[in-house]
């Protein structure tokens, strides 16, 4: 098949290699407001360079990868919908709740497929736990603990733009604990602070935080999110039930240093940045999206289900800044 990337930074150059090595793909077409970008990764991973997304949409795409500024999100999915091409696009659907509802409305209907990219549903580690507590031998679930820490700081233009942790990062907490476990969340409670880069502090936002969620069965879950672990990326669950406890993550490339006497593990090299932690998943999610656009399968991550996670990102958002606990009832009808 034809897939058409939409954005050639930092994700989108990362998409064009995997797609690039993918059988069910033969070529790709590319294009990105900085034509160096898009000329750069047709060098290194071969494609089609077009100078606009409508040029894109007319070059014979079966499906289009949207890697493009948070910005232009709502309009290339309109886009590739209203051109009757499957869509896979990452998140977040648009940058402001409001403009995502009404995407949503938009493609209520349409018969195109749309992915949004929550690469954690692909991970093997959060497909066993979810696997796990689907089969019930967890028992009823009490406590879930969700962990993303990052090596160091985004830029200060991106964190202006970002909309918050909450927004940008915890999110992917947030996507991950619906879909392992299942439930909705009801209510949140956030904390946060400011004990590293002043810039984030000026920006409105804070640098480190923690959210507790209750979910619509009365399960807690814990979430710690930070932009500062000198140790390295840092990403990982804990799923407590009342027949026994789970972990993602714990393995070797786990960037912790025990200081129990004895105690060798983690052994290995930490994990440094988030495509060297979701390599895999990144392959799988893309593999996925050929299979969608195929027709061999569902949309695994839908417009739907992208809004709930951002429901819960507003309402620790609004808790953060007016410290009380926020229903999702509330954020919704705002």
Request: proline residues 5%; contains cysteine; charged residues 20%.
């Amino acid at each position: 098949m034809r897939i058409g990337i939409l954005g050639l930074g930092r994700i989108g150059a990362f998409h064009a290699e995997t797609l690039s090595g993918l059988d069910a793909v033969e070529s790709l077409v590319l294009t990105d407001p900085f034509a160096e970008a898009a000329k750069s990764a047709a060098e290194r991973f071969g494609g089609e360079v077009v100078d606009s997304p409508e040029a894109l949409l007319a070059a014979g795409v079966d499906g289009i990868v949207v890697a493009a500024a948070t910005d232009a999100h709502p309009k290339l999915i309109l886009a590739g919908a209203e051109a009757g091409i499957p869509v896979f696009c990452e998140k977040p659907v648009a940058k402001h709740m409001s403009e995502g509802v009404e995407v949503l409305r938009a493609v209520e209907g349409s018969a195109v497929p749309i992915q949004i990219g929550y690469n954690r549903r692909f991970d093997t580690g959060f497909v066993n736990a979810r696997a796990a507590v689907q089969s019930g031998e967890l028992g009823k679930l009490h406590t879930v603990r969700s962990t993303t820490l990052d090596p160091a700081p985004p830029p200060a233009a991106y964190i202006a733009a970002s909309g918050g942790i909450f927004r940008d990062c915890s999110v992917h907490d947030f996507d991950i604990i619906r879909w392992v476990t299942g439930r909705e969340v009801v209510e949140v409670y956030a904390v946060g602070g400011n004990r590293g880069a002043e810039y984030i502090k000026e920006a409105g936002d804070a640098d480190t935080t923690g959210a507790i969620l209750t979910l619509d069965d009365g399960t807690l879950a814990v979430i710690s999110n930070s932009r500062h672990n000198a140790r390295g990326y840092d990403v990982r669950m804990e799923i407590h039930g009342f027949a026994d406890s789970i972990a993602v993550g714990l393995e070797d490339k786990l960037p912790l240093r025990s200081v129990e006497p004895g105690v060798t593990f983690p052994a290995g090299t930490p994990h440094d940045f988030f495509m060297d932690r979701f390599t895999a998943a990144y392959r799988a999610e893309l593999t996925a999206f050929t299979e969608v656009v195929a027709g061999t399968r569902p949309s695994p991550c839908t417009i739907a289900d992208a809004l709930e996670a951002g429901w819960i990102a507003e309402a620790c958002t609004l808790s953060l800044h007016e410290h009380r606990p926020v229903t999702i009832a509330e954020v919704r009808s705002a």
